[in-house]
């Protein structure tokens, strides 16, 4: 399938500002997302980006979307220790999702 | 409340035995899927199925069966179970068109084959 590629750990300071990145190469995906996984949990939909957008916010979250260079990256602002979990990205391609491996953020006090 | 309802949660088993892991939807979604999580690996696509009595292989289908008899059910079948089965499998349903919801996922089955 298609290739989804995100760097795979992560680490940052309570408070601080995350940023996890993800390249795609299928350039007829119209819908990217974002996934968090916490631990002993199933995938939930984060948020997701319609592929003729630059940038979605929603409350923490700031999705930034560049389809030139079929980059993506999730923002998250005054990240917390709950926001410790695997994120994964993802592109769509018709009915099928391509996902990246995971990024696992671990936030430290 | 919309769901994906995966059972067991846990499961235990030998080598040889054949096992099923269940996987149902309240969603109405034709789409259904399964996939096999391990570390380092990511998500890989065992199978997946399109609607009902359509089925079609993903990236890892060797050593599973699966049906899909009714609109809501899609379960996981393994026939005789080896160790390299082991694994944490979720059970993923759609819209044929995906959009903006994505997959909706179970919780997850972890397996472990002794």
């Known amino acids: 399938g298609e290739d989804v590629e995100q760097s795979l750990f992560l680490s940052v300071r309570e408070g601080d500002s995350s940023v996890i990145n993800c390249t795609y190469t299928?350039?007829?995906?119209?819908?990217l997302y974002w996934y968090k996984q916490e631990p002993g949990a199933g995938l939930q939909l984060l948020t997701y980006i319609f592929s003729n957008m630059d940038m979605k916010q929603d409350q923490r979250l700031t999705v930034l979307l560049n389809k030139k260079d079929k980059h993506l990256s999730l923002r998250i602002a005054d990240t917390q220790t709950g926001d410790s979990a695997i994120y994964f990205c993802a592109s769509n391609s018709g009915y099928a999702l391509n996902f990246g491996k995971g990024t696992s953020l671990l936030v430290t006090p | 409340e919309a769901q994906v309802t995966q059972n067991p949660r846990y499961l235990i088993t030998v080598t040889g035995k054949k096992l099923t892991v269940t996987c149902s939807q309240n969603?109405?979604?034709?789409?259904m899927s399964w996939y096999r999580q391990d570390p380092g690996l990511g998500l890989r696509q065992i199978y997946y199925?399109?609607?009902?009595?359509?089925?079609d292989k993903g990236d890892v289908p060797e050593g599973y069966k699966v049906s899909r008899k009714e609109k809501r059910n899609f379960p996981l079948i393994l026939e005789s179970p080896s160790p390299n089965q082991t694994s944490l499998y979720f059970c993923a349903s759609s819209t044929n068109t995906v959009g903006a919801y994505g997959y909706t996922f179970g919780s997850g089955t972890r397996l472990t084959v002794v």
């Open positions: 969603m109405n979604h034709e789409y």
């Open positions: 199925s399109m609607n009902v009595e359509v089925t």
């Open positions: 299928d350039s007829s995906s119209t819908y």
